[in-house]
């Protein structure tokens, strides 16, 4: 191939395989300047544009902002008989092809600097500045790219004006849950986010609760379940779209009509959803990454990638255990910014928790295992607590507090949900947080009196 077809190829393979995990990586190595053909040198700006500020790789868009026949030019880089999987192959043999041009440009022009020299000490000049730009060429072949801020502003300005406008493409992902959104602004793209509690809190309820808003308008999600198997999480995600508890599904004697009816419906609904499982135990983050990437290439629609749980990923080999765990949790948040897609992981919390008072056992940051390395990579984390697990005669214990423990964007606080039939339930959140805080203080006074007594 031509250098100049190697050009039609790195353009036409970013269309087609839009904003890939190969893409980005191309845009972060391959500089403008690398297209010797202006056509394309201009679209590979705008393909770029649009990748960091909208996440997408849309041809008719990027034809749109070029106007003039750009759309018939991409249609014909896209004919070329290429392979698409080798992206980043084109574009490495494009960024040597540019490196030739600068090696002639600079070869020639110290050659005639030094016939035109007058004496030895101009053409010693002339070779010691080749010799320089010689190192400065020969290191600026493939390393990532910085980007000036003023090639990310106009981006900046594009997004606002598309959030202005609601357009579904970059908005972020919604839980579904309306008061925690509102505390959350949503979660970009590139976060990687940890949903952390004792067993018996609801975790996996609270995540198939965010797969049900991420598909609700068409957007797909990807779990890995390693801690339940496949058939286990349809079942709960029928009970919860049906409001049934789970035990009755087991127990399909006990089914009314009405019920019957309540499944029907939680069955249509849930075969319109885009949502895929990967049933297996024992992954490594490597495997999380390749099937994800492989999956957001196959349907870029997808919105979220959940991992269920944490410490059921194989550990990586290294010195410490917390080593390895910050391995995982730094593999996770890679790999929310690769496929640009938020990552949930759910994490279980210390025992410690249960060592304390029962009235004292609401979570806190350091009750996070291994909570120095998860705690640094999340961008948010979010734990559940539910007080009737712990004092049954609670006027609490029919609900959940949702607690924003980190939030990088925003801020800290609880969102209250009624838990009822094993499912996360709207609740009215001034009632819900009076409920709860009457019976905190009660129990405060509670332990005053006691320690006054001895």
């Known amino acids: 191939m031509t250098p100049q077809e190697l050009e039609g190829a790195v353009i036409g393979g970013l269309l087609k395989s839009g904003a890939s995990p190969d893409a980005l990586d191309v845009l972060a190595t391959l500089p403008d300047e690398a297209f010797s053909i202006g056509f394309y040198r201009t679209a590979y700006r705008e393909i770029k544009k649009q990748a960091l500020s909208l996440g997408v790789i849309d041809g008719l868009l990027i034809s749109e902002a070029l106007g003039g026949d750009s759309l018939s030019k991409f249609t014909e880089a896209m004919r070329q008989p290429t392979v698409e999987s080798n992206l980043k192959g084109y574009a490495k043999l494009t ?52 980007v000036h801020i003023q090639d990310l502003l106009p981006s900046y300005m594009d997004l606002i004006d598309k959030r202005m406008t609601g357009d579904a493409s970059i908005t972020n992902l919604m839980t579904g849950i309306p008061e ?28 198939l609760s ?95 990638v959940a991992v269920d749980y944490l410490g059921l990923i194989t550990k990586p080999k290294a010195e410490r255990h917390d080593l390895a765990v910050g391995m995982i949790s730094g593999g996770l948040k890679r790999l929310a910014g690769r496929i640009q897609t938020p990552v949930i992981a759910l994490s279980q919390m210390s025992r410690k928790v249960d060592e304390r008072p029962a009235n004292s056992r609401r ?28 004092n049954p005669d609670s006027p609490a214990k029919g609900l959940a507090e949702v607690i924003i423990a980190k939030n990088r964007f925003g801020q800290l606080g609880t969102v209250y949900q009624e838990f009822k039939n094993g499912h996360f339930l709207p609740v009215d959140q001034l009632a819900a947080e009076q409920t709860t805080k009457v019976f905190q203080n009660a129990k405060q006074r509670e332990r005053r009196y006691s320690t006054r007594a001895f």
Do not use: C
């Not at 979660?187 to 975790?203: F, S, W, Y």
């Not at 009750?367 to 712990?390: C, F, K, N, P, T």
């Open 363 to 390: 979570p806190i940051l350091s009750d996070l295992r291994d909570s120095g390395s998860v705690e640094q990579d999340a961008d948010r984390i979010i734990m559940l607590y539910r007080d009737g697990v712990y």
């Open 95 to 146: 960024g040597k092809s540019w490196f030739t041009r600068k090696a002639i440009v600079l070869f020639q022009g110290t050659a005639d600097a030094i016939r035109e020299a007058r004496n030895q000490q101009q053409r010693d000049q002339a070779i010691e500045g080749a010799l320089a730009n010689l190192v400065e060429l020969t290191t600026d072949s493939g390393d990532i790219i910085p």
């Open 210 to 304: 965010m797969v049900e808003g991420a598909t609700r308008n068409g957007g797909g999600a990807l779990i890995f379940s390693m801690e339940m198997a496949a058939m286990q999480l349809v079942e709960r995600s029928i009970a919860g779209a049906g409001n049934l508890p789970v035990a009755k599904l087991r127990d399909p004697g006990t089914l009314f009509d009405e019920d019957w009816a309540r499944i029907s419906a939680a069955l249509g609904m849930l075969s319109d959803r885009n949502i895929w499982i990967v049933d297996a135990t024992e992954l490594t983050i490597d495997q999380i990454r390749a099937i994800s990437e492989t999956h957001k290439r196959r349907y870029p629609n997808l919105k979220m």
């Open 180 to 207: 925690l959104d509102a505390m959350l602004g949503g979660i970009n793209r590139q976060d990687l986010v940890v949903l952390a509690g004792r067993p018996g809190m609801g975790k996996t309820e609270f995540l």
